[in-house]
Every structure is written in structure tokens, then in C-alpha cells.
């Protein structure tokens, strides 16, 4: 453990020395994300300006809403994003070969090794929201509340991987599969505007137990905002427990189906 | 006692066919067709501690897939193996730790940062102690001559420099099997010598075991004492490099200049390979080339005639050719 921490943070290191050596790219990523940032709030603005609730949401809860899954994304890109969504690239062209022939957990090595910097001001301007969205709500957040709210976001980004993990994973079955990174966008995008809790019959269970993005800044914000009952929460625990030994398993059995590439 | 060992090892890759053009494409999403390709069969082999043995043969003939199955790449799909009393495919770090690869057309090096920065990451996943790395660096560093390259972008270095970096990092953690997949690709003949210089010196002051692809037969004939040919996935030749060359090296070439307009008659047995009125190139039988010369210089009276070794790579594929098995 403490070894794979100190690799991780070596490799966090060798990123930052890379992204320094493109000093522009390197200011232009904060700018980037910044803007990525204003469009989803300007997107916000536009969709939900006009009404005062979805569901039996208002005003407080979606702000919050928008900013923990600003913030799940801001994670997402911030930590592992450039470093998973690289794993077709190397499946298809066989450079997952270095990464299996060295004593460590390629998939923790992949995770970790494009950390991107440009990401942090997401992260700061989503706490803003979130905080505003409190204030909005004008309810009294504790410190327990707080803890178990950025523990459950923690998770659900937990979960994002997940499916990241596991949809990046087909190539080592399938040649073609932009066709479901593009699904995998048009879902993302779905429930970054839609909060889960609008989801009824069919729409739940594939929302929250088979494509689970439905739940990822719902669980976190019914628990900001006092209304996520014991059942939610395991619900949604369970959900992760299953999704992360899922992925997992499904990567070492993508692992044991590799087939390289000629050279 | 044997580091590798193999048995009946094979490997079939799966391929999709479908006939050309539109209405193929449509046939097969119906009715997908596959063969089998096997890129390894049966192939048994057994490699002691110490051994710097080549691997020879064309394109498509199962090197690399044998390699990447030594490796833990990719799995068998029946057989035996056994690499330093691991099986590969179970990918355990322990193993991993004790063998390298340098593939001469895949990079480890972090191409905008620095040789050190590599070795700063290799040292971390191989968690090699402090004393060992830097005994390690400061041999290779020195044996190679590349201590002024140490600080620059990788990206500035040239290719020779840049693969002198690679089997460095491959070596820093002192593997007991150094798998070498082409690494003298699109290396100049200097370069390669060089290459092969240290590589003699690997093998010999550090004991390690190297299995050697190459496509370069002067990279096999000059490092190492056993080669195996393959070809078609199986095993054609399994011995010594001297005896392989020996007996398959059985032409040279003879190329005579004259000063004057001569019309040259292509002695018999002999293969011509270029002719005009002031020289000609032919293959001649080795065995009696130094009678046929004296026997030309007298009756053409050559301003210069020499006779080179025969390319090697025609030597090897006459041994596909033969299909010998040994």
C-alpha cells in the first residue's frame, strides 16, 4: 500500500514535470476548464431558470445537484480521465504491452499517470455552487452532514471510474467502440441535467442499478440536502460495492483475453 | 539448469475473413466466417541460465508471438511453459521483477521529460533499494558513454542514443532474462556495433540469460552461440549459430572488373547477378571458390576480383526453403 502510494505520487510528479514542459498547454488547460465550467452553468441557467422545481426539488437542491456532479466530473477529469480513456488507444496499437511486463497493477499505473492539473479551478468553482446551493436551501449543514456528504461524493466518483473502467475494458472483446463512448456521453449529459429522482419504473432501474449514473449526484445531494432515507444509502452502497468488484473482475478478465498487436 | 522452458507450446489466433467488397461485408454480418491461425505450434524449448541464444526468422513467423507468450503477454493456448519456474500469463509481480523487454519499436522513456525521470519511475516499479540503483546507473551510464545525456529531453537524443537509455531502464533492476525484440531496428552500423559491445558485456560480466529477435543476422552470427530458427510458427532449426552458417552459407559472391570490353561466360553451376562489359557479379558454390578464382584470373586476366560471404538473410531463407528440422 504504502509502496503504491508513493508510485502514485511519483507518477503524479513525472505528469506535473510533463505538463510543465509545455508551458502554454499548461495555463491554457486552467483556461479550458474554466470556460467548460461557465458553459455548464450558462447550460443550467438556460434549462432550469425557468422553472422553480423538478420533482419535488427546488431551486436549492438543484444547485447543489449541478455543482456535486460538476464536481464528481471535475474529479473524474482532474485524477483519472486522461489515463483511462487511454486504454483503447493501447489495446488497439499493443502498448498495453509495457504496462503488463512491469510489477505493478497496469490499471493503477494507467489511472493515475495523466493526472491534469487544468482541472483543480472546476473543482473549486463546484464547492462554490454546492455551497451556494446551501444557502439557498438555507439549511444548516454539520460537520457529520458535511463529512458524509463528501464521503458519498467520493464514492459516487468512485463509481464514475467504474463505468469508465468498465466500458473501457470492451476493446480488449471488440474492436469498435465509439458507438459507446458516444452513448456513454449522451448518458452522462442526460444526467447532468436531470436529477435521478425524477426517474420512475423502468427509467430507475436502468438509471440506478445497470447504467448507474442516475444516482451518482442524486445520492450526495439527498444527503445534503436531509432527504436521503437509510434505505437510499444502502441502496446506493451496494450499488458501488457491485459496480467497483465488477470492474475490477472484468478488467482482469479483459487482461487474460489480450491479444496484443503485430509489431 | 534451464531458466525457460517450453512443451508442445502453441498459440492460434482467430481471423475473420469475408469476401471482397460490398456484398461480402453483408454476407458476413450474417454469417461470420473465421480461420484459424497458428502462429506458434508445438513448440518445445529449453533455455539454461546464462544462454544468449537468437531467434531467427521472417515476418509473421511467430517470433514476437513467442515472445510476448515468454513474457505473460498474451496466453497460450495449450502447452507448457515455464519461465524461471513461472507460468507467464499469471502475471504476478514477483516474476515480473525478475526479467525485462525492450521492444525496439515500443518506448519506456518519457519522450518530453528525461532519461533520469524514467529511471526515477523504474526505480519506484521495480522498488529497487538505493545502493543497487545507483551501483546500476553509474555501470551502464559509464559502459555506454552517455553520462552528457542524462539531464536533456529524450525527445533531443538520437535513436542510438535513445535506445541506449531503453536497455539501460530495462536493466536497472538486474533481470535474470532480457527478452530483446529488435534492438537494433533502424540503428546505423555504428550504433548496432556498439549495441552489440554492451550487449556481449551483459551477457558476460552480468550472467544474464538473453533471448535475441532479430532481423539482423549480424546481430545474431556475432552475439550469440545458439540460435533457432522459426518458421510457420515451428521450430526449423535448433543449434549452433557457427554450424547454422556453416552449412546453409554455401554460395559466395564473385565480382571480377576488367579494363577492357570483355564478354564473360557464367562458369557452370554459378548464378549470374549482374553483368556488363567491364564487370560481372555471380554466385559461385562455396566449396572450390579459391580454384575457380585462380582458374578466372588466368583466363580473363581481372584489373580486380573479389569474393564476399553471401547475405545472410539469403542463407536463412533457404532454411525456411529446406524446412530442415535438427
Known amino acids: 500500500m504504502k509502496r503504491n502510494i508513493r508510485f502514485i505520487l511519483l507518477l503524479i510528479k513525472l505528469k506535473l514535470s510533463h505538463m510543465m514542459v509545455f508551458r502554454l498547454s499548461f495555463f491554457i488547460g486552467f483556461f479550458a476548464d474554466g470556460m467548460l465550467f461557465a458553459v455548464q452553468l450558462l447550460t443550467f441557467q438556460i434549462i432550469f431558470g425557468q422553472v422553480d422545481s423538478i420533482g419535488n426539488w427546488g431551486q436549492g437542491e438543484m444547485l447543489i445537484f449541478i455543482g456535486t456532479f460538476s464536481m464528481i466530473n471535475g474529479l473524474n477529469m482532474f485524477i483519472y480521465f486522461f489515463g483511462v480513456s487511454n486504454i483503447p488507444r493501447l489495446i488497439r496499437t499493443g502498448g498495453l504491452d509495457l504496462y503488463i511486463t512491469k510489477p505493478v497493477n497496469p490499471l493503477l499505473r494507467l489511472t493515475f499517470e495523466n493526472v491534469n492539473l487544468g482541472s483543480a479551478p472546476l473543482l473549486i468553482f463546484s464547492g462554490v455552487i454546492v455551497a451556494y446551493g446551501v444557502s439557498v436551501l438555507g439549511a444548516e449543514v454539520t460537520a457529520p452532514l458535511l463529512t458524509g456528504y463528501i464521503t458519498l461524493t467520493l464514492l459516487m466518483t468512485l463509481l464514475y471510474y467504474d463505468m469508465e473502467v468498465i466500458l473501457r475494458t470492451l476493446p480488449f472483446f471488440f474492436i469498435g467502440t465509439s458507438a459507446i463512448d458516444r452513448l456513454e456521453g449522451e448518458l452522462i449529459m442526460l444526467n447532468f441535467k436531470v436529477p435521478g429522482v425524477i426517474y420512475q419504473g423502468v427509467f430507475k432501474i436502468i438509471f440506478y442499478f445497470i447504467l448507474p449514473y442516475g444516482i451518482m449526484a442524486t445520492v450526495p445531494t439527498q444527503a445534503l440536502s436531509r432527504t436521503l432515507t437509510a434505505g437510499g444509502l444502502l441502496q446506493a452502497l451496494a450499488v458501488v460495492v457491485f459496480f467497483t468488484v465488477f470492474a475490477l473482475w472484468f478488467w482482469k478478465f479483459g487482461l487474460k483475453h489480450y491479444k496484443s498487436a503485430s509489431s | 539448469m ?97 526479467y525485462a523487454v525492450v ?54 537524443l538520437s535513436l542510438g542514443e535513445r535506445m541506449k537509455m531503453e536497455l539501460i531502464v530495462a536493466l536497472l533492476h538486474s533481470p535474470g532474462v532480457l527478452f530483446l525484440d529488435e534492438p537494433t531496428i533502424g540503428l546505423d552500423a555504428a550504433s548496432q556495433r556498439q549495441m552489440r559491445l554492451f550487449l ?57 572488373a576488367f579494363d577492357t570490353e570483355t564478354d564473360f561466360t557464367v562458369p557452370y ?10 564487370k560481372v557479379v555471380f554466385m559461385a558454390p562455396k566449396d572450390g571458390d579459391a580454384r575457380l578464382i585462380s582458374t578466372l584470373a588466368q583466363e580473363y586476366t581481372p584489373i580486380d576480383i573479389s569474393a564476399e560471404e553471401e547475405d545472410i538473410g539469403a542463407v536463412v531463407e533457404r532454411i525456411y526453403a529446406g524446412g530442415m528440422n535438427r
Open chain 2, 2 to 98: 534451464n531458466v525457460i522452458t517450453t512443451q508442445g507450446l502453441s498459440k492460434i489466433y482467430k481471423r475473420f475473413e469475408k469476401e471482397a467488397g460490398l456484398k461480402g461485408s453483408v454476407k458476413s454480418l450474417f454469417n461470420r466466417k473465421f480461420t484459424e491461425k497458428h502462429a506458434v505450434s508445438a513448440f518445445d524449448l529449453n533455455i539454461e541460465k546464462g544462454e544468449f541464444v537468437g531467434l531467427i526468422g521472417p515476418n509473421g513467423a511467430g517470433k514476437t508471438t513467442l515472445v510476448k507468450m515468454l513474457t505473460g503477454i498474451i496466453a497460450p493456448t495449450s502447452g507448457e511453459i515455464s519461465v524461471l519456474g513461472y507460468y507467464p500469463n499469471k502475471l504476478e509481480n514477483a516474476f515480473k521483477k525478475q
Open chain 2, 103 to 156: 521492444m525496439g519499436q515500443k518506448s519506456q522513456l518519457f519522450f518530453e521529460l528525461t532519461p533520469t525521470d524514467t529511471f526515477r519511475l523504474f526505480k519506484e516499479l521495480y522498488a529497487i533499494p538505493d545502493d543497487l540503483y545507483k551501483r546500476n546507473v553509474g555501470y551502464f551510464v559509464e559502459l555506454f558513454g552517455v553520462s552528457q545525456f542524462l539531464n536533456v529531453q529524450v525527445r533531443t
Open chain 2, 200 to 256: 556481449k558485456e551483459v551477457n558476460r560480466e552480468k550472467g544474464t540469460t538473453i533471448l535475441l529477435t532479430s532481423h539482423y543476422m549480424e546481430d545474431v552470427r556475432s552475439l550469440c552461440p545458439r540460435s533457432i530458427v522459426i518458421g510457420g510458427g515451428a521450430k526449423i532449426y535448433d543449434g549452433s549459430t557457427d554450424n547454422l552458417f556453416d552449412s546453409y552459407q554455401t554460395r559466395k559472391k564473385i565480382t571480377l
Open chain 2, 269 to 278: 553451376n554459378c548464378e549470374l547477378i549482374d553483368k556488363s562489359p567491364y
